[in-house]
Structure formats: C-alpha cells, structure tokens
C-alpha cells in the first residue's frame, strides 16, 4: 500500500517555509527593527525641532502628532509581519510532524479490515528512535518493532513512498507461509474463524479469522481460491537469497536490522513476499490511531 501523507513531501515543504520565514523573522529582530527605531528617532528629533522653533515664534502647534510619527516609522512591512506571524507556527507544525505525529491517508485495501480507504490516521514518530526529518537518520535509539505492529516505512524500491503493513517478523525470526497460514519460529499461529467479510468495493466475501501472533492478535482476510502468493510476482530482493521459495510456499529468515511485512488483506497486498525485507533505516513509525474518516466517523479509534 502506497501511502499518501496530508501533503506530499510537506516535510521537506515545511522546512523550507521554516527556513525563509525564520531567517526573515531574525533579520527583522536584529537588523530591520533597529533601523526603523533609528528612522523613528531622528524623525521625532526633526519634528520636535520643528514644533520648538514654531512655538518660540509663537505659533501654535498640534503636538498630538508624534506618536502617529514614530508609529508610522515603527510599522513592520507587510511581508515582515506575515513572516514574523508564519513562522512560530510553521515551526511548531514541523517538530511536532517530524518529532511527534504526523498524519497519513490510506489510499487502497491492502490492510483491510484494520485500515480502510479513507482512513486518516496518525503515526508515532519516536516509538522506533528519534530520527532527522527529511533524511529519516536515526539519532536517538528507543524501542524496536514488534511482531504486530501496524508500521510505516519507506517502500525499499523507492524511498519517496511511504507504505503500511504489519510486522510480522523480527530480525532473526524465521516465518514460514503456507496454505495462507503463518508458522513463526517453527510454532504455528494460531487462527480463530470469524463470519465471512463483505468488501466494500464489490460485492465478494471473504474468509475472515483473527490471528494470534506472538504477543498480539488482530484480524486478516483471505480471498478463496486464490494461492499464499503469487511466484512468478516475487522479485529479486536484497538477500533473497534468506527465503526459500515453492510453488504455495515460502520460509525467510528475517536478516538483522531488517522487518518482515505483510498486508493484512493477504490475497490483496503486495508485501514481504514479494518484494523482500524491510531495513530499520526505512522505518518512519508506527501507527496508532484512526482520528478520522469523512465516510465512516464510526472509524475514529486505536489501530489494534
């Protein structure tokens, strides 16, 4: 599932924004600002000057215009007062995106019945470690994926597409998929049956279960007939050479610093099988809350 963030690239949007208009903001607190108090000064000193000299005449003079005088000298240009006005936001809008959340929509069913289209969710960007933004460096260690985990990451064929599966296996781990069930670890997984699933874009049903991964259940959907997965889709991926491949049958060993992923809707998502391992450097976070979808508010709610 290719995801499409609120914006594309917004990061890279925001920074730039951050960026003039913080570089404005500054240029105006230490340079312009005091320019104008000087025009302001030297103003105020001509037209006290000036009512002095008129009032030793004896003419009388409206004094009332001074403060309009050093008001008008003071005013911020438009375009200063707009930066000077952005760019503590644009600011706050960034961290908290890069460091904190930042929001996605999801465009196809590949994780349905978890995530539908249209779901907009939010993601947690330092679960995994503290990154840089737009460079997706890891700086700061924290927790590590677990088997379970609804994730967001870089696509490895492309890095400037974000996509959403689950993890299912851990560096290390050894997964096993045959007949569309899962054995991880050599322990197979267990699958609970619930009432068939209508799909919502066309009127098929499908088997519908809830799988218990270790330490996390939630629910899959497989489609009857078709196969595990599609070989002749497999591609020649980054140390391929970990997973063994047959006809209705795979086993991969998840290398180190790597993640295996798998949709959800498991006869519609092209995943791990397909196109290989997921590196940690790819990682953009994980997802955890569903905060709304225009066609369906009964949506809102944790990701499980």
Not at 27 to 48: G, H, I, M, P, T
Not at 164 to 176: E, S, W
Request: aromatic residues 12%; hydrophobic residues 40%; neutral net charge.
């Amino acid at each position: 599932m290719n995801m499409q963030p609120i914006l594309a690239n917004f990061a890279l949007i925001l920074l730039v924004l951050m960026v003039i208009t913080g570089a404005i903001w500054f240029w105006d607190v230490f340079v312009l600002s005091k320019q104008r108090r000087a025009a302001a000064n030297a103003a105020l000193a001509e037209y006290d000057a000036r009512t002095a000299k008129l009032t030793s005449d004896g003419i009388k003079v409206e004094t009332n215009k001074r403060a309009a005088i050093e008001a008008a000298h003071l005013r911020q240009p438009t375009w200063v007062e707009y930066s000077g006005s952005f760019f503590p936001v644009i600011a706050i809008v960034f961290f908290l995106r890069s460091f904190l959340w930042e929001p996605f929509k999801i465009p196809s069913s590949s994780m349905v019945p978890t995530l539908q289209i249209g779901d907009l969710i939010l993601v947690n960007k330092y679960t995994y470690g503290i990154r840089l933004p737009i460079i997706n460096k890891k700086i700061i260690e924290l927790n590590n994926p677990e088997r379970g985990d609804v994730m967001v990451f870089k696509y490895p064929k492309d890095m400037s597409q974000d996509y959403i599966k689950r993890v299912i296996g851990v560096p290390g781990d050894k997964i096993t998929y045959e007949n569309k069930r899962l054995t991880v670890n050599g322990t197979p997984v267990e699958y609970t049956p619930l009432d068939d699933y209508l799909d919502d874009e066309k009127p098929v049903y499908h088997k519908h279960f809830i799988e218990k991964l270790p330490g996390s259940q939630h629910r899959i959907l497989n489609s009857e007939p078709a196969r595990s997965f599609n070989l002749d889709a497999v591609e020649n991926f980054p140390q391929r050479a970990a997973c063994d491949y047959s006809y209705d049958k795979f086993t991969c060993i998840v290398p180190e610093g790597n993640y295996f992923m798998m949709g959800d809707n498991r006869d519609n998502s092209a995943d791990s099988r397909y196109w290989g391992f997921v590196p940690d450097k790819n990682i953009v976070g994980k997802a955890f809350l569903v905060w709304m979808n225009f066609g369906d508010p009964k949506r809102i709610g944790s990701i499980q």
